[in-house]
């Protein structure tokens, strides 16, 4: 008997496991549309979001085109530029990566793998997916409302956010910030759902440390979510309050065109320290269930069990407690107390070591196990090199005597999109390509795959590498154009025309991966029941995909972590979660 | 459970703990119960980070309080009847008399309705005594601090709203109260929470 497993007397019957009440669909409409089932919300979420995610993609090719070939493109002028830059950052971190990993995966995720039905209040979950829609669609909105879309920033730093001159300061400030007010009550109605789910719904046997790192990552995160949040839904009503009221949260006195405003002395620093409150746990509400995923393909596909497991589960509790204190090192250039500045650099430095940690067991996982090289697979050792890559170049950034000279500069853009664009993306592909067998029954094309693989990966490193370079020699970000510029080199222009390059192409490749998806929903190779041999049990049901209520008749029971993966003296190279210790052979 | 040992079971081994019933670490409290503390602990850092908001602010120089409202301590006192009367409601849930429980569901809706209706009559006196938004950050926070506490009872209406249906078709048809013991035992959770929230927001107010 291996590790892990119980004596034969020990088996439980499935009958004592308690049943719970599930909805059931009577119409079309309530089956496909207003659904309660957690497995069509999350299909729902990632459309929406992968949809609102091209979006965003489309604006930082425009971005990129400015950049790369400024003066040549008469349809991008500098204020449709600045709203490029703050519709791409808001629509990437919050309405794609946020919505995808928790709304998408969490749903269709938690419930399968704790071995529930469904999840715990499947109606409020229904209603976090089209809150979510409206908030979506509100954000979209804002593009064709006179004026466009506001141009602030993806951060929204007041005054400017709501000064004239900026792009979009009439309905386009109002309508992100009305946007994201919606989407945090839907997200906390979801949140809700996810973590009362992990915590009262899982089946029999099914202890906390028998979860997989998946569930781990989107628990941890979503806990982070919810703390996390409401700083931002705060500043945005606040902001909304100084708009449309007229009031002085954040509007210090300033004068205008010669002329004193109204503003009574408010404080733009409130704001940064509440968006910045939100916005580093946001790193971490898209890293942990990226670092919960990578887990567990990592060890499915390499056939052995997660290098470190408890040590796994206290890096992701602790990076996410260390999170909330971290987050005044994207404030150093706003002036600080030196101690202060003192304390966010050392925090930082403190939180790199869960993370690191988490590296090293990955890289040890993959030590002696053995290896198959599928795409999902592929995606995410690219994710660990990128990660590496983003988290290093961090920990200079976290500095705060290297983060001044670099702080408005290409680095920065390089480093977050490494640590928190690329990253995570590599990891969604990958649970793409991964479970999508489970989602439809059929494999996403190999080939295809390799070459959507290979060219967002090794394109990634052409632009961004590049970039790093181009923030060294001081090229700034967020310009419309540099112009001549003598300390620019006439080489950095040459470098910004080869990015948009890359990242055209990087992009095409992205429109070969959603016909991919399209084209196999309809002619994929059939995968079959639990084509990948893994152990958790969202691939133990009864049907595939699964089918209302997950699991059939009755619940699984859950005897083992899911990681048994080539147990000496067992046939198989894997033992489900579910299979009783005398079914073993 | 104990949080601590569980995070500490070593999973890959066999663990004889476990043997007995393959336990279920679940089922710790009601589902629903646990779904309000969460969301309460939401509900704390939004307020939370308000209070602090407020706090920072009011250091500024030029701070200019706003004046006492008479009505405000009107609103509490109705605030503070409506949670005893959501509080009779409990228990009569333990007493099984389902008439009470309504009588108490009933005032505790009534009075909530009547103490938002004050609010809004304080924000009318205060805007016709020219003490708009706009005019001081202190006025600002007053709406805020109202506003927000406000919508989070609203919202609180809706939950009771429900619960009321619920009762009222229990005493029509003689049903079991163990139907609605955990929906009361909520509102009344929530309802004392709302309480104390404004309990804090209102002495900041008065500080101020």
């Known amino acids: 008997m291996s590790n892990g497993t119980i004596e034969d007397t020990q088996v439980i019957p499935a009958a004592e496991v308690e049943e719970v009440d599930l909805y059931h669909a009577h119409s079309f409409i309530t089956k496909w549309v207003f659904s309660q089932d957690a497995k069509v919300i999350a299909i729902q979420y990632s459309t929406t979001a992968i949809v609102i995610g091209l979006v965003g993609l489309v604006l930082s090719w425009l971005m990129r085109l400015q950049l790369g070939f400024p003066d040549t493109f008469s349809f991008i002028s500098a204020e449709s530029y600045y709203q490029y830059v703050t519709m791409h950052g808001m629509i990437m971190v919050v309405y794609l990566l946020t919505a995808l990993f928790l709304g998408g995966f969490g749903n269709y995720l938690i419930p399968l793998m704790v071995g529930a039905r469904d999840m715990v209040f499947p109606y409020l979950n229904m209603l976090s997916f089209w809150v979510y829609l409206l908030a979506t669609l509100i954000l979209a909105a804002s593009f064709f409302v006179p004026g466009g879309a506001t141009g602030a920033g993806w951060t929204l730093y007041p005054p400017q956010a709501i000064s004239e001159g900026t792009p979009g300061i009439n309905g386009g400030i109002i309508l992100m910030l009305v946007s994201l007010a919606l989407f945090i009550v839907g997200f906390t109605m979801g949140g809700l759902n996810y973590v009362v789910t992990v915590l009262q719904a899982r089946t029999r046997g099914m202890t906390l440390m028998r979860l997989p790192l998946t569930v781990w990552g989107i628990f941890t995160a979503t806990i982070l979510a919810l703390l996390a949040f409401p700083a931002l839904l705060v500043a945005a009503i606040m902001m909304l309050f100084d708009k449309l009221l007229g009031t002085s949260f954040f509007m210090p006195e300033m004068i205008v065109q010669g002329e004193m405003t109204s503003s009574e002395n408010g404080s733009p620093l409130l704001f940064q320290h509440l968006f910045w409150f939100f916005g580093h746990p946001e790193v971490y509400i898209v890293a942990l269930p990226a670092f919960g995923v990578v887990s567990d393909i990592i060890s499915t596909h390499a056939r052995k069990n997660i290098f470190g497991y408890r040590m796994m589960v206290w890096a992701i509790v602790a990076i996410g407690g260390l999170s909330f204190i971290v987050w005044a090192h994207h404030m150093y250039v706003s002036g600080m107390n030196p101690y202060f500045g003192f304390f966010f650099a050392t925090t930082t430095l403190i939180i790199a070591v869960p993370t690191a940690l988490k590296l090293y067991n990955w890289t040890l996982t993959l030590y002696k196990g053995n290896i198959h090289l599928t795409i999902p697979m592929l995606f995410c050792i690219a994710f660990i090199l990128t990660f590496l890559n983003g988290g290093i170049t961090g920990l200079f950034l976290g500095n705060v005597i290297v983060d001044i000279p670099l702080s408005d500069t290409l680095f920065v853009v390089a480093h977050f999109h490494m640590v928190m664009g690329i990253a995570p993306v590599l990891v969604i592909f990958a649970a793409i390509y991964h479970w999508f067998p489970l989602m439809s029954g059929r494999y996403l094309n190999e080939f295809w795959g390799q070459v959507h693989f290979w060219v967002t990966f090794l394109g990634s490193y052409l632009v961004y590498f590049p970039m790093h370079y181009l923030g060294f020699v001081g090229v700034p970000r967020r310009y419309f154009e540099i112009g001549e510029t003598s300390f620019v080199p006439e080489s950095a222009v040459t470098l910004n025309e080869f990015i948009t390059v890359m990242v055209l192409i990087v992009g095409a490749a992205q429109v070969i991966f959603i016909i991919n998806i399209v084209m196999s929903i309809f002619k994929g190779k059939p995968s079959g029941e639990n084509p990948w041999n893994a152990t958790t049990l969202e691939w133990q049901g009864e049907t595939t995909p699964p089918g209302h209520g997950n699991f059939g008749k009755e619940l699984p029971i859950c005897y083992r972590w899911a990681y048994e993966y080539s147990v000496p003296g067992v046939k198989a190279d894997f033992i489900p979660q579910n299979l009783p210790p005398d079914k073993i052979k | ?208």
């Open chain 2, 1 to 208: 459970m104990n949080i601590f040992d569980e995070l500490t079971k070593k999973p890959w081994l066999a663990d004889p703990s476990q043997i007995e019933g393959v336990p279920v670490q679940s089922y710790f409290m009601p589902t629903g119960k646990l779904g309000l503390r969460v969301f309460l602990i939401v509900v704390t850092v939004i307020f939370t980070l308000t209070t602090i908001a407020y706090g920072d602010r009011m250091l500024f120089a030029n701070w200019t309080p706003m004046p006492e409202s008479w009505v405000l301590w009107l609103n509490t006192a109705i605030l503070i009847a409506s949670g005893i009367a959501m509080q009779w409601s409990k228990v009569n849930t333990k007493r099984d008399n389902i008439l009470g429980v309504r009588e108490g569901l009933a005032y505790g809706g009534v009075l909530t309705i009547a103490f938002l209706i004050g609010q809004l009559y304080a924000w009318q006196q205060m805007v016709e005594l020219g003490y708009y938004a706009n005019i001081t950050t202190a006025n600002a926070f007053f709406y805020l601090l109202t506003g927000l506490h406000g919508i989070h009872m609203l919202g609180g209406l809706v939950a009771w709203g429900r619960s009321m249906l619920k009762v009222r078709k229990i005493a029509q048809s003689n049903g079991s109260i163990n139907e609605v013991r955990l929906s009361i035992e909520l509102c009344t959770t929530y309802w004392h929470y709302l309480l104390l929230i404004w309990l804090i927001m209102f002495t900041l107010l008065l500080l101020s």
